[in-house]
């Protein structure tokens, strides 16, 4: 069914982006690149003069982008054609409609005004006894962010942006730039963030003071997060290698043909599958309880006491850093406040009963890991060549227990070392600050919503392994003073 030619009428509208144009165009409608959201049609083009339009979508421009939603499916009846539209809803587009009509008459522009405004894309135009080609469309969001003027054939699309907007990110950007930190997924959520306050708040005198300080804000947030990780990865590196170690083949050997023996496997018997796991995780649980006797265990157990130190300094040296950026502090000297931290828990005879601990949940990850392995492999039909392979692999390789349990352990101690010297300096309340990557999850997130929490109150981090939240709260930085340059 032909279209109507709107070839020599002339409006401002939006357009929707293309990937959301061609799932909205239907078979027989009008083509994606037509489909639009009129937000003010002006009748024949020869009667506005192109220029006049296209300044005043220039002037209506000046605004944040923002996100319509397609609320659903309309049929427009009562003329030759009847019409099947998508309603489009949103308080942005009714005030865009609004400023438009304003700037429009300020130029001695009236828009014809037979029908009300009902904000809609059309699709198609059908004849009366016509069926719709749609029956139903879901609620989806349409993106807004650029304002058209369209003078007969041609348009001219002028980009949604706000006059505060780039002079905001500027600000926030040297923020970022002034703290030192890492760009990452955090840091560019905040920036975005930091644009839209900025934005509606042009009035405040303040505002790009307090962009700039939100940018060095999230870039220490970014450090501190950065600073962890690599303390974290060194540590991990330590303990593995030194744990591999205490390994090798002819031990696993001698493992693995007991286990067979025990399960009958040296005469090519098929055992009751029911006990081989039972049986495989023995084996390998017998294993590793033999490494208490070996001298080089206590390296290990050294290694992991010297990461669980480290992190404590790291959450010590962390929460002064946060403290000092509220108060505006600048100067901190992340490398002697570390140093001086670390030699502190040097006299801590706790942290040997903590590596006691987390290096026996690292021999229960890794025993259940290898029992696995080894009973897989047997139920699989391995031979006795691959089942010592696989056991090695998992004593031997990139083991996920160990680098998992040494996370764990410095996470833990982080958090600890950050609670300590709030308790100690007497914080009376305590945020809680997600790190903003692919590990937050929805109890990070609640955490960081309920803050600030009473000390004694809040959630113990870490909330779950692998967890990067950490504790915030403002302290007097008199103690600490040496750490600033």
């Not at 865009?96 to 700037?103: K, N, P, V």
């Not at 560019?188 to 005198?205: K, L, M, N, S, Y």
């Not at 706790?350 to 990850?365: I, K, T």
Request: charged content about 25%; proline content about 4%.
């Amino acid at each position: 069914m032909a279209s109507p030619d709107f070839s020599d009428d002339c409006m401002i509208a939006l357009y929707p982006q293309p990937e959301l144009a061609q799932q909205l165009a239907v078979e027989g409608g009008l083509p994606a690149d037509e489909l639009h959201v009129t937000v003010a049609y002006l009748g024949h083009a020869d009667d506005i003069d192109a220029d006049v339009l296209r300044e005043v979508v220039d002037e209506l421009a000046a605004r944040r982008p923002f996100t319509a939603q397609l609320a659903g499916l309309a049929r427009f009846t009562g003329g030759d054609k009847d019409v099947l539209v998508v309603l489009v809803d949103s308080p942005d587009l009714e005030d865009l409609r609004r400023d438009t009509l304003e700037a429009l008459a300020g130029r001695g522009i009236e828009i014809p005004r037979e029908h009300g405004f009902t904000a809609h894309c059309s699709l198609s135009y059908l004849d009366p006894d016509a069926p719709a080609p749609l029956d139903r469309l879901d609620s989806q969001p349409m993106e807004c962010t650029a304002l058209s003027a369209v003078h007969g054939v041609d348009r001219t699309d002028s980009p949604l942006a706000h006059p505060m907007e780039a002079v905001a990110r500027e600000a926030f950007a040297t923020g970022w730039a002034l703290s030192g930190g890492p760009m990452t997924r955090r840091v560019q959520v905040a920036c975005e963030t930091a644009v839209r306050i900025a934005t509606e708040a042009t009035g405040d005198p303040d505002v790009l003071k307090a962009t700039i300080d939100l940018g060095k804000l999230e870039g220490m947030w970014a450090l501190l997060f950065q600073r962890r990780q690599q303390q974290q990865d060194r540590h991990t590196v330590s303990v593995k290698a030194l744990w591999h170690d205490q390994f090798d083949r002819d031990d696993t050997a001698a493992m693995v043909d007991r286990l067979r023996w025990q399960l009958g496997l040296h005469e090519a018997a098929d055992p009751d599958r029911g006990r081989i796991r039972d049986a495989a995780l023995a084996a390998a649980k017998a294993m590793l309880a033999g490494l208490a006797d070996l001298a080089g265990f206590t390296t290990v157990r050294i290694a992991l006491r010297n990461a669980i130190a480290a992190g404590r300094a790291e959450g010590m040296v962390n929460a002064v850093a946060i403290a000092a950026e509220r108060a505006n502090r600048i100067g901190l000297d992340w490398n002697i406040a570390f140093t001086d931290a670390y030699a502190a828990m040097q006299r801590l005879d706790e942290l040997w009963g903590d590596a006691g601990g987390w290096l026996g949940r690292m021999v229960d990850n890794v025993a259940a890991d290898l029992g696995r392995a080894l009973a897989d492999g047997m139920e699989n039909g391995l031979s006795r060549d691959e089942l010592i392979d696989a056991a090695s692999d998992i004593l031997t390789g990139d083991s996920e227990a160990v680098a998992f349990t040494v996370d764990w352990a410095m996470t833990t101690a982080a958090d600890e070392g950050a609670f300590a010297l709030y308790q100690s300096e007497g914080v009376q309340m305590i945020d809680i600050i997600t790190a903003g990557d692919g590990r937050v999850c929805g109890s990070c997130i609640d955490a960081e919503t309920g803050s600030p929490w009473r000390m004694g109150d809040q959630p113990r981090m870490p909330l779950h392994p692998n967890c990067r939240c950490c504790y915030a709260a403002d302290v007097s930085l008199a103690h600490f003073a040496s750490w600033f340059t």
